[in-house]
């Protein structure tokens, strides 16, 4: 919950010897009880100060000691911006500070609460409460609500002052393409993968797109891939996997995954290089919902048969196989930055890693039309750039993904504990070789009760969703533009069963269990799991 205290409250916190202080205490240690998060507006910090200064002198207070409070409340509080908008908005309010605080706070949190002792802030604006009706109504307001598979907005409120700072600062710069954040980021990133280059792009399917085009290149002198030019993936993944082999020319070859991992299985790339691979010249393996692939497998069977790697990390950045950043282990990795990956911006953006400096020449060119000189350039390239203003957002959200993937891991723990005795469901596994950073907590549901289970959590406000419904050898796209190695069973029976249950790194212990006690209403057989005990929780 996301609560913002009028400075009259804060005062009456800081200053003991006010009549109002006891209630004020109480307040603070109810938000403190459940880690509720406070907020104070920008515009409002001096005047905080200027006021506990007034007081600490009017009551006789110590004043190093109050202004020891105010300097660790600031660091306590969430502080947002003032819009200068916002200002000009308020000056036909009946109170100019009130509707500045109130507007700015309620655009960044919409359903935030609001306390205030001031009777006209409280008339004026009908959901401002008084401290008392906030202590003897809040488990009511904290209201059970949708759980969502992702809370971006929550998100954005956790590093907002990093984010606003990035993405203003970017603003009054004007440097909006290719402006110093993009190297920047390519410069963090490939330090942190351990890679010789980094390259920021438009998408991850751009990315995708890129580094097969720069190794057609490379490899064959030509500007695509033939037809006769078979790339080795799974059918269960994001369209984009396949979608980038047609559009880089080559033939797409679905072979089958491990039904455990929901990756591509090695021995089944075995398979069809030992009986059809001659054409074969690469292999795209999918790090799906955060957990790597068998790389050790991969890369010795690209060895021995002489084909490249493209490692597909949309779903893994952060995540290892062994010592090694998934991305750094292929002759390039792609990553996507949608704004749903565990490292996403607020729109479309991707990256290419590799420790191949022709790979990289290439890329670059073709991301910018295909020259070094955009007037002449030399290749079929694209306008594939990395838009600066991602590249801030990146930045800014950057120094948190080894923490949010940390959360992931400690979610997924969580659900492991609690759902490993129901025998409908098969969790997730992780490679002891491997640091999985659950971009999705994926289950898969036995015995066809997958979509009765996924309609049973709507109903109880719980999202969930499929990935993937469709395997990517069925799709029309795919028709008679592709080869498939055997039946794939294991990806149908997964694009039947599995599930992937709400992973938001900072959901709180009380929406895992709310999410666990749906579950166990519906699945166990144990009967002190029931639909009561789930409508009885709370959320956060």
Known sequence: MNILLDLNIVVDLMITKRERHPIAHELYELIEENQYVLWIAASSVGNLKYILFGEAKRYGANMNYVMELFRKYLKRVKIFSVTGLSIREALDAKDLEDHIIYKNFKRVAPDGIVISRDENFIRDYPDVITSEEFINRHKNIAKPQTIPMLDLKEEYRYMLEEIDHAVLKNIADTKYILGPEVKLLEDKVREYLGVTHCIGCSSGTDALVLSLRALAIKLKGKEYFDREDEIITTPFTFTATGDAILRAGATPVFVDIDINTYNIDPSKIREYLATSGKNVVGIIPVHLYGQSCQMDEIMDIAKEYDLFVVEDVAQAFGGKWRDKKLGSIGAAGCFSFFPSKNLGG?????????????????????????????????????????????????????????????????????????????????????????????????????????????????????????????????????????????????????CQSVLSLPIEPLQGEKVINLVVDAIKGILSNNPKFSILAFERRGIR
């Open 346 to 494: 607020f729109g479309d953006g991707g990256m290419v890693a590799t420790n191949d400096n022709e790979l990289a020449e290439l890329i670059r060119m073709l991301i910018k039309h295909g020259g070094k000189d955009k007037y002449n350039v030399d290749h079929i390239g694209y306008n594939a750039r990395l838009d600066t203003l991602q590249a801030a957002v990146l930045l800014a959200k950057f120094k948190y993904i080894d923490e949010f993937n940390e959360r992931r891991r400690k979610i997924a723990e969580a659900y492991n504990r609690e759902l490993a005795n129901i025998d409908s469901l098969v969790l997730p596994i992780a490679y002891a070789d491997s640091y999985h950073v659950y971009h999705q907590y994926t289950v898969r549901v036995k015995n066809g009760k997958r979509d009765e289970l996924q309609k049973y959590l709507k109903d109880k406000g719980i999202s969930t969703m499929v990935y993937y419904p469709v395997p990517l050898h069925k799709m029309k796209v795919f028709e008679g533009r592709c080869k498939i190695a055997g039946t794939l069973k294991n990806a149908e029976e997964a």
